[in-house]
């Protein structure tokens, strides 16, 4: 076992879902003004309040919050300074962009040029764009934003954001029926958080981020931007993300251009592409649900070192996971479920002579048999160019990739104790049947190999119950495990919903050209919950499989105190590395000790560098499965356990040699000989020749064969009392011809 450590050395570490990236700062505030278009207002004093939201604006020094009443406001909005618009509580204002009413926009409906504003509960409307501009630390939050109209040809988004928009937090809104994006987020664009907002029937995409200094030209022609200028590090999460694309460029999440970037926790149903990364490096995916779109991940145009893990990605039309280009190829995939995805569950397109494989290992791939049809499995397909042993072979316990199995493996019992040993390997061949409470048969199969291991048979699909599994005995075989007549074991299938299982804890990336990291915990998502005071059943209703293995191993029950210790686990404190360099691809199984856990954990280190400056270290914890029934067998004691067998030629003959160890029931021995291996052999002893071994010990025997000259092949064989008998051989020999010489030398011819 290598043992490894983390040495910190210039890190900025982000703990998604406990400290999440790019919230706003939160803004001082002074005097609230109030605006009220309902009753008497007053623009010029604002007394008793301002009439219009602009009025307000306009009136407002740093930090002063605005509440806005129910209503509705048709103006065009632009702040200007640091400043709070909120919703009167209670209400949900409309700010409407068609000014005049003649049902065609007239502007943007809220222009931000300012830094640290804060927008929140407003339903946003009938604009060329719902709320747009430039900005940093700001806040847009628990809005409605729909039907912004692209009079203009560049326009028509929920939220655009173009320039430097840095460490913003757009949250919790719903935004819908733009004619353009949901949200793009257009420029050097950095640590902002898309998070808990509900992003659906948008024309184009439901999230565009990345950067161009001709952002038109990129969104349409995709030319090549400035390389000097990427979005970074941004996290968006925590969405709802479904039917967008009504008019182009039908993507759920879009990246161009941008990198260091967080997807986590986002369901994603709907468009042409779920997910699609255009020239964008070293992005993670994690614990998404990407289903319904025609293809659920795409990777092009030289995105590298992308990191998949966790997601659930299902029930795509053409493919889970596309790698369209030979850029994209320094991908890593694993960790994650695939099932029922329509050609295939991953497709790697740039295949070819000196290509390395995609790392797809220790996935789910719908079955335990793993995918076809260029693996042995009946899961989802894989192509070419896709390393996927060793993959995941227990089935998820809940979720859209779950399924009710039932495993048997048959070994070769060696010593005969009833238990599977050391040694002992699987056995390929038996019959293994199952049967339902009533003895009624559901199915049977023949033993095989599974990944790389003999002797399985994988029963999938099986409705929740009582079964027996049985095998079918073979001759010269004695059933020891379990011993019965007939070799059944009782089994129950039931569905409980989610429960222990094999999985990831955590994730990190290390970007060593910027010397930092980010960590993330996979499977753990604690957005909106109080973390002070959290109600232990709302928490573990947020644990993944993984995570609920190491509850049931706690000292103490109790998922606050595996939150609050989650640093047991930390990588920072088990893994070193030169942050100069980043890691090497390697796995390790490190034990973890600490006073919360009963036991010694033994966690799984995956470790892997990428071609484009990133790299990655997964921890992960290997528990529960489907239940698994062994059965083993013996094979039958012969009547003769034989020591030795061999021919001497000799001069004239050949003497025929063995020796038994034991003799059991033995009557006696037969010898046959033939003048090729496989026969025909002839019997060349007269009568049988007499046992003289018994059950204790064995004897040594000799007979003498004068076959003639030749290659000759022998074959023993020993007869029980019963009259069955066994065949021992063939043994090899060759006889040499005699050369005899002259009786009297010739008489020469003389010299005359």
Known sequence: MKAIRIALTGLLLVLVG????????????????????????????????????????????????????????????????????????????????DVDGDTVPDGTVITIAADEVAIQGFEIRNGYNGIAGETSTSAITFNVIHDNQNVTGSDGVGILLQGANNQNA?????????????????????????????????????????????????????????????????????????????????????????????????????????????????????????YGNSYGVALDSGSADTYLAGNIIHDNGISGLSILDLGSVSTLVNFNQFCRNGEYGLQQLAQGKGIPAVDATYNWWGSASGPGPVGPGTGDHVTAGV???????????????????????KYEDLDGDGARGEG???????????????????????????????????????????????????????????????????????????????????????????????????????????????????????????????????????????????????????????????????????????????????????????????????????????????????EEPTAVSLASFTAQANAADVTVAWETGTEVDNAGFNLYRATAPDGPYAQINDALIAAKGDAVSGASYSFTDTPGPGTFFYKLEDVEYTGASTLHGPIQVTVAALVRRPLRRPTLPSGE
Not at 207 to 224: I, Q, R, W
Not at 387 to 400: A, H, L, M, Q, R
């Open 18 to 97: 406990l400290a999440p990236l790019g919230r706003a700062t939160p803004v001082a505030r002074a005097a609230t003004l109030v605006v009220d278009n309902t009753c008497i207002c007053d623009d010029s004093s604002g007394l008793p309040a301002y009439c219009t939201i602009q009025a307000a604006v306009d009136a407002a020094v740093l930090y002063d919050t605005i509440t806005v009443a129910g209503g509705t406001y048709a103006e065009l909005v632009t702040i200007d300074k640091s400043l709070t618009l909120t919703a009167a509580p209670g209400t949900s204002p409309i700010i409407d962009g």
């Open 424 to 634: 002992e390997s699987g056995l390929n061949g038996w019959t293994i049947t199952l049967y339902d409470a009533e003895w009624n048969e559901v199915t049977s199969d023949t033993t095989h190999t599974v990944g790389q291991e003999p002797g399985w048979v994988l029963f999938e699909d099986v409705a929740p119950g009582d079964y027996f599994v049985c095998e079918t005995p073979q001759d010269g075989w004695i059933n020891t495990d379990p011993g019965s007549d007939p070799p059944c074991k009782p089994v129950t299938v039931t569905d409980d919903g989610r429960g222990p299982g094999s999985g990831p804890l955590f994730a990190f990336i290390d970007h060593p050209g910027a010397h930092e990291f980010r960590l993330s915990y996979l499977g753990l998502n604690l957005r909106g919950l109080d973390l002070d005071d959290p109600d232990d059943e709302e928490l573990i209703s947020r644990l993944s499989e993984p995570w609920l293995c190491l509850l049931g191993q706690l000292v103490v029950a109790d998922p606050d105190l595996l939150i609050e210790e989650a640093g047991a686990l930390d990588p920072r404190y088990l893994i070193e590395w030169d942050v100069s360099e980043g890691f090497d691809d390697g796995l390790y199984y490190l034990p973890v000790e600490s006073d919360i856990f009963q036991c010694t954990i033994q966690l799984g280190v995956k470790t892997w560098r990428g071609s484009a400056g990133y790299s990655t270290a997964t921890g992960f914890i290997e528990c529960g499965g489907a239940p698994t029934v062994l059965f083993g067998n013996q």
């Open 170 to 290: 757009i949250a919790d809104n719903v935004i819908f029926n733009n004619d353009r994006q949901g949200i793009l987020l257009w420029g050097d664009s950095d640590e902002n958080a898309i998070e808990g907002n509900e992003i659906y029937n948008n024309g184009q995409q439901g999230v565009l981020l990345g950067f161009s200094d001709d952002p038109k030209a990129s969104m349409y022609t995709f030319c090549v931007p400035d390389e000097t200028q990427i979005a970074n590090d941004n996290l968006i999460g925590n969405n709802v993300i479904y039917d967008n694309g009504l008019e182009e460029a039908a993507y759920g999440v879009q990246l161009w251009k941008a990198d260091g970037s967080i997807i986590e926790f986002n369901e994603i149903f709907g468009h042409e592409k779920g997910i699609y990364l255009t020239v964008s490096d070293g992005n993670a995916i994690y614990d998404n649900d990407v």
């Open 387 to 409: 390393e996927f042993w060793p993959w995941d072979n227990s089935p998820p316990t809940d979720g859209p990739c779950h399924i009710n199995s039932v495993h048997a493996q």
